[in-house]
C-alpha cells in the first residue's frame, strides 16, 4: 500500500509541474500576456499560483490560484498618468524619478505586506513550486525563487532594461542599440549626438538599477523575508534561466543575444472572440464606409485628454464619413458629440479590430495594441505619449503602416488630412505585408515559449 501511495505521488508529480508566476506590473495588456503563457502552461496539466494585477479566464481549472493585487494597480492610477505627461512636457528624468519609481515603490510595499504574500514567504512548506515566471525585474519577489529552490524565468512584457540583458550576457553598447525605454532613436541608424545622449541615459538608468533599485530591494528583503534570504544578489540572480522578451526582429527589433534569450513578440495573440455586445456589433456591422477605432490609454479620461483636445478629435472625425468608435470616460458638457460617434467607457478592442469593417486605429503606441493591430491588419495614426511608445510608432512607420502625431502640436485639419492619408490603398497592403514578415519564424513564438519553458523543467 505504502509503495503504491509512493509511486502514485511519484507519477502525479511528474505529469505536472507547479509554477508561480509573478505578475505585478499594473497595466491591463500586460496581464494579458502573461495570462496567455500562464493559460497555454495550465491547459498542459501544470499548476499554477498566479500573483497578478487583473484577474485571467481559467474556467474551472482546479489547479490554477490567482492571487489578486487591485489595490497596485489604484496605487499606480493614483500616482502616475501618461496622457498628463505629455501634456505636460515632462523630461524622461522627471517621470521616472518622481511618478513611476514611486508609485512602483508603494505598490511593491503594500504587496508585501498581504497575507497571501507573507504566506507564500513565511510557510514555505504549505507550497512546492519548480519554476517561477516573473516580470519584475530588481524586486524582492525574486527572492522566493531561493525559498523554494526553484530557477526564474523572467518575462518582459516589451524589451528588458539593459541590466536584465547583462545578466544574460547579451552585448551592451549604447552607441549601437538604444537601451533606454526613454528614447526613441532607432538601433544601429543614431546620429553622433544621439549616441551621446544615448550613453548618458544608458548610465544614468543603469546607475539607478544597480544602486536604488538594489539597495531598496535589500531593505524591502530584510523587512520582509527577515533572516530566511541571505544573499540576495547571487542567490537570486544565478537562478535566472532564461530570458524571454516581447519583441520580434520583423518589427525592428534586432540586437545580438544569447541563445537563453528568446524574442516572443505576438505571441500572446489570440483567435478572436465573438463580440457579445450587441448594440456594439450592430454599430459596426451597419458602418458601410468603415470604422475608426479610437483608444487613447487604459485610463481614456477626458480631463487628462484635455477639452481641447477632445474638441479637435471630435471636430475631425465629424468632417470624416467614417463611423468613430471612441474609448473615453465620458465628455464634458459644451462638448457636442458629432452623429457619426459613438463613445464607450471600455470595449474588446482587439476583436472590435477583427471586424471587417474597422480600417483605422488611433492609439498611443503601446506595444501590445500595436502587435494586435498588426495581427488585424489595421493601419495606425499614433500619438506616443511616453516609453517605447516613441520608438515602437517609428518602427511601425519606417514599415510604412503607421504614421507618428503630436498630442501638443496638431489641430482638426492635420488630422482629417491624416485619416485620409492613411486609408490609401498602400498602408493596407504594407500592413499586410509586414504581418506575413513578423509571423515568417521556423517555430511559432507560442509554441516557442512552452518549448522553452518545459525545456527548464525538465533541465
Ligand atoms: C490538476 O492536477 C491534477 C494532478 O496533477 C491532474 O491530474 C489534473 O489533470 C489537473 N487538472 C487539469 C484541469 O489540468
Ligand atoms: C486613490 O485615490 C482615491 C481618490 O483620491 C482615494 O479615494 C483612494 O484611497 C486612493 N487609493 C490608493 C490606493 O491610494
Ligand atoms: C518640451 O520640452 C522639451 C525639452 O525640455 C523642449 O525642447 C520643447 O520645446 C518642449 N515643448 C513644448 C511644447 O513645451
Ligand atoms: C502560516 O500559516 C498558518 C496556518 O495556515 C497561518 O495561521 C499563519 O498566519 C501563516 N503565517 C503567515 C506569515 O502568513
Ligand atoms: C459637424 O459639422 C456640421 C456642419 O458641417 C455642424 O453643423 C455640426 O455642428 C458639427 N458637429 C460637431 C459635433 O462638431
Not at 27 to 33: D, M
Amino acid at each position: 500500500m505504502k509503495l503504491f501511495v509512493v509511486l502514485f505521488i511519484l507519477f502525479g508529480s511528474s505529469k505536472g509541474a507547479n509554477i508561480l508566476g509573478i505578475f505585478p506590473f499594473p497595466y491591463f495588456s500586460h496581464a494579458t500576456l502573461h495570462h496567455s503563457y500562464m493559460k497555454a502552461l495550465t491547459d498542459r496539466g501544470h499548476s499554477a499560483t498566479i500573483i497578478t494585477t487583473y484577474l485571467g479566464d481559467y474556467g474551472t481549472n482546479p489547479n490554477v490560484t490567482q492571487i489578486h493585487l487591485p489595490k497596485s494597480v489604484e496605487i499606480h492610477k493614483n500616482h502616475t498618468d501618461m496622457l498628463m505627461y505629455k501634456r505636460k512636457n515632462l523630461s524622461w528624468w522627471d517621470i521616472m524619478v518622481n511618478y513611476e519609481m514611486k508609485s512602483y515603490m508603494k505598490a511593491i510595499e503594500y504587496e508585501m505586506e498581504l497575507p497571501e504574500i507573507q504566506d507564500l514567504i513565511h510557510n514555505s512548506s504549505k507550497y512546492k513550486f519548480d519554476l517561477i515566471i516573473i516580470e519584475c525585474y530588481f524586486c524582492p519577489y525574486l527572492n522566493i525563487a531561493d525559498i523554494y529552490d526553484c530557477p526564474i524565468v523572467i518575462l518582459g512584457s516589451s524589451d528588458v532594461p539593459a541590466a536584465v540583458h547583462e545578466l544574460m550576457g547579451n552585448a551592451i553598447d549604447p552607441t549601437e542599440y538604444c537601451e533606454s525605454e526613454f528614447l526613441p532613436f532607432m538601433h544601429n541608424q543614431m546620429s553622433i549626438p544621439q549616441q551621446f545622449y544615448s550613453t548618458f541615459v544608458y548610465l544614468y538608468q543603469s546607475s539607478v538599477h544597480r544602486l536604488y533599485y538594489h539597495i531598496k530591494s535589500r531593505l524591502l528583503d530584510r523587512k520582509y523575508f527577515g533572516h530566511i534570504v541571505t544573499n540576495y544578489d547571487v542567490n537570486a540572480m544565478s537562478r535566472i534561466a532564461m530570458l524571454m522578451t516581447n519583441t520580434n526582429q520583423a518589427f525592428g527589433h534586432v540586437r545580438p543575444l544569447m541563445p537563453d534569450t528568446i524574442q516572443i513578440g505576438l505571441s500572446h495573440i489570440r483567435d478572436p472572440k465573438d463580440i457579445e455586445d450587441k448594440e456594439l456589433m450592430k454599430f459596426l456591422d451597419e458602418s458601410q464606409n468603415g470604422v475608426l477605432v479610437i483608444a487613447l490609454g487604459s485610463r481614456a479620461d477626458p480631463k487628462s485628454l484635455g477639452i481641447e483636445n477632445v474638441k479637435k478629435f471630435m471636430s475631425a472625425f465629424n468632417q470624416t464619413n467614417m463611423n468613430v468608435l471612441w474609448k473615453l470616460h465620458g465628455v464634458d458638457e459644451g462638448v457636442e458629440v458629432a452623429e457619426n460617434v459613438k463613445i464607450v467607457t471600455w470595449m474588446p478592442l482587439f476583436d472590435v479590430m477583427a471586424h471587417p469593417n474597422v480600417k483605422l486605429l488611433i492609439f498611443h503606441g503601446g506595444l501590445l495594441t500595436s502587435y494586435e493591430a498588426i495581427d488585424r491588419e489595421v493601419p495606425m495614426i499614433v500619438f506616443p505619449l511616453v516609453f517605447d511608445q516613441y520608438i515602437n510608432t517609428r518602427h511601425m512607420a519606417r514599415n510604412g503602416v503607421a504614421l507618428e502625431m503630436d498630442l501638443n502640436n496638431f489641430d482638426d485639419a492635420s488630422l482629417v488630412k491624416a485619416i485620409g492619408e492613411m486609408r490609401k490603398p498602400l498602408y493596407a497592403e504594407n500592413i499586410k505585408k509586414l504581418r506575413n514578415l513578423v509571423y515568417d519564424l521556423p517555430i511559432s513564438s507560442k509554441e516557442l515559449v512552452i518549448w522553452r519553458i518545459e525545456k527548464v523543467l525538465k533541465s
